[in-house]
């Protein structure tokens, strides 16, 4: 079925926006009974049900930005949906820490006594945590090389440029232990990692970084379509308006 087929129809939104809901969810995703519907036309037939981004990525997206915002209750339904739908619990575990890059470590710190619980439900056990005793100056050279890999010449322009006096007194450990620690922790492969920087800088209105890492994600081999995919996820979570204000600009740096 065509684009212009799918958002023209209200019916077929809706019906198809139930069925994913009852795929994720089961009979009941936690809405109140006022925006179910709503919710199903709007959420999960115009966006969850959209093609360009297989189900499992959206589920990382949607963990990624309902994370960085705090939606702790909606988390924790999601993180249910998202063990249903195959993602391992270290999987979830990571995006959630990979969230305290962006939004602080308390922002992963409650995310996952949030998910917590939804695994001792199902008798599945937070994964150990295994010994990180990588040097600094390892994880700064495993960092640079990340950035690099990433972002190419714009690896040290703006406040990554390595001549700032002001933002050099913060950057050299978001290059240890952003780029170099967190981005390299098992569990999680880089393209995902992508979705999830993408995914939470939209979700917490950081513009400038959607336009960077949106270039990014394509090194990690993500689509142009998947990056936009990615953007769109966040809408139902953190609002239509940042949302746009995102794919603004990355019309600008993709071209429209």
């Not at 077929?12 to 009979?27: H, N, P, S, V």
């Not at 710190?109 to 295994?130: C, H, K, N, T, Y």
Request: net charge negative; glycine share 10%; with cysteine.
């Amino acid at each position: 079925m065509t684009t212009q087929a799918r958002t023209g129809t209200r019916a077929f939104l809706k019906a198809e926006g139930e069925a994913m809901r009852q795929r994720l969810f089961g009979t009941d995703d936690g809405a109140p009974a006022v925006m179910r519907t709503l919710n199903a036309e709007v959420s999960y037939g115009a966006i969850w049900s959209r093609p360009g981004l297989a189900l499992d990525d959206r589920m990382v997206c949607t963990l990624a930005a309902l994370a960085a915002v705090q939606r702790l209750p909606e988390l924790k339904r999601h993180v249910a949906a998202a063990v249903d739908l195959g993602l391992s619990v270290q999987a979830i575990v990571e995006i959630l820490i990979q969230i305290g890059i962006y939004a602080g470590f308390a922002a992963s710190e409650e995310a996952i006594e949030a998910a917590g619980p939804v695994f001792a439900d199902r008798g599945l056990a937070m994964p150990e945590e295994s010994p990180r005793e990588d040097s600094l100056e390892e994880l700064t050279a495993r960092g640079r090389q990340l950035m690099a890999q990433l972002h190419g010449d714009r690896a040290t322009q703006g406040y990554a440029a390595p001549g700032n006096t002001v933002t050099g007194a913060l950057y050299p450990l978001a290059i240890q232990y952003g780029y170099g620690e967190i981005w390299f922790r098992p569990g999680l492969d880089l393209r995902r990692r992508a979705l999830v920087a993408v995914s939470a800088f939209t979700a917490l209105r950081l513009d400038n970084q959607v336009k960077k890492f949106g270039q990014s994600a394509l090194n990690m081999g993500l689509s142009r379509t998947e990056v936009i995919e990615a953007v769109i996820q966040t809408a139902p979570i953190s609002g239509f308006a940042p949302a746009l204000n995102a794919l603004g600009g990355l019309s600008e740096v993709f071209g429209d």
